[in-house]
């Protein structure tokens, strides 16, 4: 008994060790706890984004009043810093102001598939919900109508739809290329979360030839699904347009019809060099062909689409392994169906579960592409 109260004590070296050990550990506690509630307190209010070795990138964002607000975006601009995301960019955020700092730096400009036919039945349901978070939104179709929809081609039909995607590169690279950073195509039963999209492209130069989409393997060839949409960079819509498109050895001519467009476009992206992405947050998938119960549901995937098992790219994940917590689009939904994702994405969340929550003083990890 005596020797262990002897070790305790200054004289002995164990006893040091001891009380150095802990005075150490007591004084770490109390500069945290400092540290924190000057955090708290807004007293240590100014960070910066920092890209950690380009594999993560760490936001740590803060309440600012308006006028840094305003004078950071001036800064942005004054800078043309779009389309990407450094070390030197300093975030201004407010409440739920990370998506709305996303928007203005990272511009998608998003076409929509579409015609005459469907515009009053699918395309205006596009119209009010997902699209409103798009930087610029164009409606291709066969004619020009104060919707607005562009015409792209003079004839409808499966049978054009190539000749239509070619249009609509063609008219975006000659009106809209300097306008947005990245170009997202998408039909008009294609439902996209934008934020998610911008999460994905938000580590990638736009001036990079790349493009993200649904990867799907058929007949030896590998491409993107069309219906769940693509995002090119604008490097990859230049190189389309300008080099594929002029080439009928890299790319089918406007005149070629009953081709599908997907794989077209996949086969002319690759002829001129453009990287397919790797769209998946670790091995989850982002873009999705089917609705959220057809890709969570097994047995109802595979009564309908048994194709999907030996097309997909990647092995096929079931139940809600199935898709990516960051998950960017769902095809085949219906107008109805639009209001309800609009619903469950944005508005309903249960009480007390807090990462569907984003308020001011958080932290936020963006994983990185694997
Ligand atoms: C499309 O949405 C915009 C913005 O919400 C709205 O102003 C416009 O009237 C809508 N167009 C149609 C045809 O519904």
Redesign the pocket.
């Given at each position: 008994m005596a020797g262990s109260t002897r070790m305790l004590t200054w004289e002995t070296p164990t006893g040091r060790l001891f009380i150095n050990f802990t005075v150490g550990v007591l004084l770490g506690f109390v500069l945290t706890h400092v540290g924190l509630k000057l955090y708290d307190l807004g007293i240590v209010d100014k960070f910066h984004v920092s890209v950690l070795d380009r594999k993560s990138l760490l936001l740590l964002t803060n309440n600012h009043g308006d006028e840094d607000q305003a004078e950071a975006e001036a800064n942005d601009d004054a800078e043309g810093s779009h389309g990407r995301i450094t070390n030197s960019d300093y975030i201004v955020l407010g409440k739920d102001a990370l998506s709305h700092w996303m928007s203005q730096k990272i511009r998608i400009l998003c076409w929509i598939m579409t015609h005459p036919g469907n515009?009053q039945t699918k395309a205006?349901h596009v119209?009010?919900t997902w699209v409103?978070r798009c930087s610029t939104v164009l409606f291709m179709s066969s004619e020009n109508t104060d919707?607005p929809t562009i015409a792209v081609v003079d004839h409808e039909g499966r049978d054009h739809l190539w000749r239509k995607t070619r249009g609509a590169f063609e008219y975006i690279s000659k009106h809209y290329l300097d306008k947005a950073d990245w170009f997202l195509k998408a039909d008009d039963d294609t439902y996209v979360i934008m934020e998610n999209v911008r999460k994905l492209v938000s580590l990638y130069d736009p001036e990079k030839p790349i493009f993200f989409g649904r990867r799907f393997k058929s007949f030896g060839r590998k491409y993107t699904s069309g219906g769940a949409g693509y995002v090119l960079s604008r490097k990859a819509v230049k190189l389309l347009t300008e080099d594929a498109f002029k080439d009928t050895k890299l790319c089918k001519s406007a005149t070629h019809v009953g081709y599908p467009e997907d794989v077209e476009i996949g086969r002319c992206l690759k002829n001129v060099g453009v990287e397919t992405g790797d769209s998946r947050t670790d091995i989850y998938e982002t873009f999705h062909p089917f609705i959220p119960e057809h890709m969570l549901v097994p047995s109802s995937l595979l009564k309908k689409y048994r194709w999907y098992y030996s097309l997909n790219f990647y092995p096929v994940q079931k139940g809600p392994k199935c898709c990516s917590d960051y998950s960017i689009s769902f095809h085949y939904v219906t107008p109805d169906m639009m209001y309800w994702l609009e619903y469950m994405v944005y508005q309903m969340r249960p009480f007390g579960v807090g990462y569907h929550t984003c308020p001011s003083n958080i932290r936020t990890m963006i994983e990185p592409p694997s």
């Open positions: 515009l205006i119209n009010a409103k919707f």
